[in-house]
């Protein structure tokens, strides 16, 4: 992990079998990228997965990932985040613990960063080469619990210049 984060478990491929979490990452991405592309894939196969538990002050900084797909579901979220040090005027709500997609630059009508404010529940999915990012949160000793994966689909579907 890119990160400065408590724990990160791997899940292994037999237990991502065994307890379903593999068939949904393929129905998931399936839909994704039809929705998407409006493209039929016809194979996924996940390269990785696994939780990471975050913690007050810890952090994941900006990267991105291996394969064609990515992900990000959101299993327990502490009561807040906290707040701002200083409240300074117009100042932009608090990003702690929030997921952060990045790209491209700043632009007319165009945000470079997408901020999500996690809900217990919620999944995203994103093509690997996306930076995202997550800034440390404060205020409580309650924890930040996410699931990840990185995956892979039909070649000739993710490869758009082939």
């Not at 899940?11 to 129905?27: C, P, R, V, Y």
């Not at 997921?99 to 919620?122: C, M, Q, W, Y």
């Not at 440390?136 to 579907?157: V, W, Y």
């Amino acid at each position: 992990l890119a990160g400065d984060v408590t724990q990160e478990f791997k899940i292994e491929t037999d237990i991502a079998k065994k307890s379903g979490w593999l068939d949904f990452l393929g129905q998931c991405v399936f839909e994704y990228v039809k929705l998407a592309s409006n493209k039929k894939i016809t194979k996924f196969n996940l390269i990785e997965s696994w939780i990471v538990r975050q913690f007050k002050n810890e952090y994941n900084p900006a990267h991105y990932h291996n394969g064609h797909i990515s992900g990000a579901g959101f299993l327990k979220l502490p009561k807040s985040f906290g707040k701002h040090i200083q409240q300074k005027g117009g100042a932009k709500d608090y990003l702690g613990g929030t997921l952060n997609l990045i790209h491209g630059s700043r632009a007319f009508v165009s945000e470079s960063i997408f901020t999500i404010k996690p809900e217990v529940g919620d999944f995203y999915f994103f093509p690997h080469y996306l930076m995202h990012t997550v800034y440390p949160f404060k205020g409580t000793d309650e924890e930040r619990r996410s699931i990840s994966f990185n995956g892979l689909i039909d070649n000739k579907i993710f490869n758009i210049f082939g």
